[in-house]
């Protein structure tokens, strides 16, 4: 039985050749584009048939990777002008939402040159709102 041994220059001659082509793909990708890597809205006392509701507010936050880019808002059908801009502080935009109708059924955060956009699923029904709370029927 013969044994074929690699060696140990080939080996080193190898590992420097890959170092070289990793070290040129980094050098050679694009930047890294800013993204809402999460959303969510703060609970709030909401109480019927809906967990949001017109005239009532709340408070939307996104986590970021990219502290330097404003962050936009935008209901389902709204488009990119949004109902709020936000510019992060350590990773997060917050934002006030006020449900327009009750027909979303997302709401949208994005950040400039990152696509796609993130979304959450919502439930808006028509809002009372008490002061204290919110009754979304």
């Avoid at 970021?64 to 109902?83: A, L, R, T």
């Avoid at 510019?87 to 009750?102: E, F, K, L, M, Q």
């Avoid at 709401?107 to 699923?121: H, K, S």
Wanted: charged letters at 15%.
């Amino acid at each position: 039985m013969k044994r074929t041994l690699t060696a140990p220059a080939t080996l080193r001659r190898t590992a420097c050749a890959a170092a070289v082509v990793a070290g040129f793909a980094a050098v050679a990708a694009p930047p890294a584009s800013a993204t809402v890597t999460g959303i969510d809205i703060a609970p709030s006392a909401s109480f019927g048939l809906h967990p949001y509701g017109t005239t009532c507010s709340y408070t939307v936050n996104v986590t970021v990777d990219d502290n330097s880019k404003k962050v936009y808002f935008f209901e389902e059908g709204q488009g990119p002008s949004g109902f709020a801009e936000a510019t992060p502080v350590d990773g997060v935009a917050s934002a006030t939402w006020v449900p327009s109708r009750t027909d979303i059924t997302y709401i949208y955060a994005v950040q400039p040159d990152a696509w796609p956009e993130t979304r959450l699923p919502v439930s808006v029904g028509s809002g009372i709102d008490t002061g204290s709370g919110c009754i979304a029927l």
